[in-house]
């Protein structure tokens, strides 16, 4: 090449403008290349990873390459030795520092943008189908939390590339960290308990729970700050999460929401207690085969369970599906068991009591023992 050639102060800035026109050549042929591979896929799966991380990487993929053509074009200025580019020798460091500011902006974005796609993707096609919610409830919190994150990090590196020292900034982070979790202790104390509450897994929406001395209700949901339950008036009591930790929690619904309905009963001391137990299991039996709130797996159990002031008291045991099962099972159980008591002759005592009078002036007094209260007769 002509020395005059060289030594022109045209060639340099052609030389630039020639390598910047040849990196926006390369993003172009990224850009088509992306484009092409984007399309391919999309007619065998619209919802595939793959697919996805192909769209996330094109649009910093492009961008890098015209950046990095734009650096280098500079970058060749800044070697040429005519007076008339000594205004870019001096801006060298400055725009050395830019360049990594630039960089770490990048990464960081396409990062971000990486993460938010696979939890979007997972969240999406394998977290509706897995047998636990605790993925569905987990990584959309981490999904909001991982970009702040992820740029708070690339952000403390570009400080320190532009020069700028990030250790006061760091402590002066951590004292107000510190002031702010104090302010905000209770909020975070609710987070934490919510994350406790979620990752346990042991309450679910729809189960049935009872707080020792608090409300009682159905699980509406399970959030990072409270608990909302749905209790037997219809209304939707709120409860913080940190009570939820610190209270002893019944879940009738765990480990199964069957729950057992227990009746108890007495018959007069003179009845048949072997047709006695033949009816009542007659009729918990039948029970078992006609309710829908039955439990089909479980089988009655009946039991004479002590001598009472006026009647032989018994128990009959069985399970319903669940607790609203429990109450509709019961009534029906007292009924069919009075009615059935009364065709048969069998006698429900009530209260009775047996007044014992001495004699008087030699004569014994009748006694009542129709029930409490009852005055003798006159003699």
């Known amino acids: 090449m002509p020395e005059t050639v060289r030594d022109s102060a045209l060639w340099g ?3 630039s403008v020639g390598i910047l026109a040849a990196f926006m050549l390369v993003a172009a042929v990224v850009q088509v290349a992306f484009v092409v591979a984007i399309r391919h896929r999309e007619r065998r799966d619209t919802e595939a990873l793959d697919l996805q991380l192909l769209r996330t990487v094109k649009g910093p993929a492009v961008l890098f390459a015209i950046l990095l053509g734009l650096f280098l074009s500079y970058l060749w200025l800044t070697r040429l030795t005519h ?5 870019f020798h001096e801006q060298d460091v400055l725009v050395g520092k830019v360049w990594l500011v630039v960089i770490v902006a990048e990464v960081s974005y396409l990062a971000s943008h990486l993460l938010q796609t696979l939890m979007s993707w997972y969240l999406h096609n394998i977290a509706v189908h897995t047998s636990t919610d605790l993925d ?3 990584l959309p919190a981490v999904r909001r939390v991982t970009p702040l994150a992820i740029y708070a990090v690339g952000s403390l590196l570009a400080l320190d590339a532009l020069g700028i020292a990030i250790t006061p900034l760091l402590a002066g982070l951590g004292i107000g960290g510190l002031a702010i979790a104090l302010a905000v202790q209770p909020t975070l104390s609710n987070f934490f308990a919510g994350t406790y509450l979620i990752t346990e897994g042991e309450l679910n929406e729809g189960d049935f729970i009872e707080l ?4 009682s209700g159905y ?14 008036f219809n209304n939707l009591v709120i409860v913080p999460n940190s009570k939820m930790v610190d209270s002893i929690v019944t879940n009738f619904f765990s480990p199964n929401p069957s729950m057992n309905v227990l009746v ?3 018959i007069s001391y003179d009845s048949d207690l072997l047709k006695v137990e033949e009816i009542v299991l007659e009729i918990a039996n039948a029970m078992v085969i006609e ?6 797996t479980g089988e009655p159990f009946f039991g004479f369970s002590a001598f009472g002031d006026s009647n032989i008291d018994f128990f009959l045991f069985m399970q319903a599906t669940d607790r609203t099962g429990t109450f509709i099972i019961a009534s029906e159980l007292i009924k069919r068991i009075h009615q059935r008591f009364k065709d048969e002759g069998i006698e429900i005592n009530y209260p009775v009591r047996k007044i014992v009078a001495p004699p008087v002036n030699g004569v014994l007094l009748p006694t009542s023992a129709s029930g409490i209260g009852d005055e003798p007769e006159n003699v």
């Open 13 to 15: 800035p052609l030389l």
């Open 83 to 87: 007076p008339a580019f000594d205004f």
């Open 136 to 138: 569905a409830k987990l």
């Open 212 to 215: 020792d001395k608090g409300p």
């Open 219 to 232: 699980v509406v949901e399970v959030g990072w700050r409270s608990t909302k339950i749905r209790n037997r």
């Open 264 to 266: 108890n009963c007495g």
């Open 291 to 296: 309710s829908e709130y039955a439990d089909k």
